[in-house]
Structures are given as structure tokens and as C-alpha cells.
């Protein structure tokens, strides 16, 4: 029994140190609130309700937090600004643990799946030119969206940022209820916007 003793003593401890080890890691909920409350309760208020300077947040969902976090539109240094993209505040787990937090705040979207390698290019150039195109311009570069907004040219979006824009409609953009089939078709038609030739001469609206 003496010599199973050494044995079991170095299990139970390896057993122990695996426990607090996993006990130690941290919950991305709580790290995320301790980053909202820092970084965006002032604005948004302690539990998301909204203030003055910031609109309420209980319904954004996890798609609605990462789209503005992922493309830098948030935080904003001012109220009256318009969110316009640039580098992210936050480093990729920052976010990740911001937005688990604002997603338990209510029911908002959550962060859309996209697959949009078999979709149908025709089915997203219809969609696009009928719902994209009078802000975003016929070739994604942006435009005017009226009452002093720019709508954002595309180029730069990636195909989640498409496809959580659509679900979750930023700034004066609407909510536009896809199905899984159109929202993927509106996604692999930007993306071929991207790679689309181009031979030159006058720009007439990339047709």
C-alpha cells in the first residue's frame, strides 16, 4: 500500500491543479460586462437601456455588437458623429467578450451563418440592384443616403459584416428580412463586385 502512496498523491494533486485551472478561466459574460461598463455604459447606459448620447442596446443582439465593434464604428468619440469604419478599439477577445455580454441583454439577432459559395450571383444582382444599389451605389462604392449620411462603399466588408449589416440595420440602414438562400446571394454578389474586370474607360456605374 506504501508504494501505491507516492503514486496517488501526485494524482490528487495533478487532479487539484487541472480543477483550479479550469476554475481560473475566465467568463466571457463577466469580462464583457467589465469592459461595457468601462467603455460603453456612459453612453449606453449601465444596462443597455440607452441615454441621451447613445440608443438602447437591449435589442441589438450579438450580430448588432459585432458588426459595430469588428468594423471600429464603436465607440465613437462623439454622439453626433456618424459611425464610419476604422480600426477596432478592442482586440478580437475584447469584442468576443463584449458582445456574449450585450447578447444577454435581450433578444436581438444573433450573429448570422454565411455560406455564400453556391448561391446564385442572379438572385443576388436582382436583390442588390432592387435593395442595395440606391444607397450603396451600383458598383458598392457608397453614396448619399439622404439627411446628411453617407452610405459606406463595400469593398472593405467582409462576408460576415454583409450579412450582419442586413440582419441588423445600421445607422438610417432598414432591417431587410432575407431568407439564408437571398441574404447569401446578396453576399457572393458583393464579393464578385470585388473581383470583378474592370477594362477601363468612363465609369458608368459598373454595368
Keep these: 500500500m506504501r508504494a501505491l502512496a507516492a503514486p496517488a498523491l501526485a494524482l490528487a494533486a495533478s487532479l487539484a491543479f487541472t480543477g483550479s485551472a479550469v476554475r481560473a478561466q475566465p467568463d466571457p459574460v463577466a469580462e464583457g460586462k467589465r469592459l461595457y461598463v468601462e467603455a460603453c455604459a456612459s453612453c449606453h447606459g449601465p444596462a443597455g437601456a440607452g441615454t441621451a448620447n447613445g440608443p438602447d442596446l437591449r435589442d441589438a443582439g450579438a450580430a448588432g455588437a459585432d458588426f459595430y465593434l469588428r468594423t471600429g464604428r464603436m465607440p465613437l468619440a462623439s454622439s453626433n458623429d456618424q459611425a464610419v469604419r476604422k480600426e477596432p478599439a ?6 468576443d467578450e463584449i458582445v456574449a455580454y450585450v447578447a444577454t441583454l435581450g433578444d436581438g439577432p444573433v450573429i448570422p451563418y454565411v455560406s455564400p459559395e453556391e448561391a446564385s450571383l442572379q438572385t ?26 453617407i452610405a459606406p462603399g463595400l469593398h472593405r466588408a467582409t462576408p460576415l459584416e454583409i450579412a450582419e449589416a442586413i440582419v441588423v440595420g445600421p445607422g438610417q440602414m432598414p432591417v431587410f428580412g432575407f431568407s439564408q438562400e437571398e441574404r447569401d446571394a446578396v453576399v457572393a454578389y458583393v464579393d464578385h463586385l470585388d473581383e470583378a474586370e474592370d477594362p477601363g474607360g468612363a465609369d458608368i456605374g459598373g454595368i
Excluded at 478592442?90 to 469584442?95: A, N, R, T, Y
Excluded at 457608397?142 to 439627411?147: H, I, N, Q
Design 90 to 95: 478592442f482586440s478580437p477577445e475584447e469584442i
Design 124 to 149: 443576388g444582382a436582382q436583390l442588390y440592384v432592387a435593395n442595395c444599389a440606391p444607397c450603396h451605389g451600383a458598383a458598392a462604392n457608397g453614396g448619399a443616403a439622404g439627411r446628411d449620411a
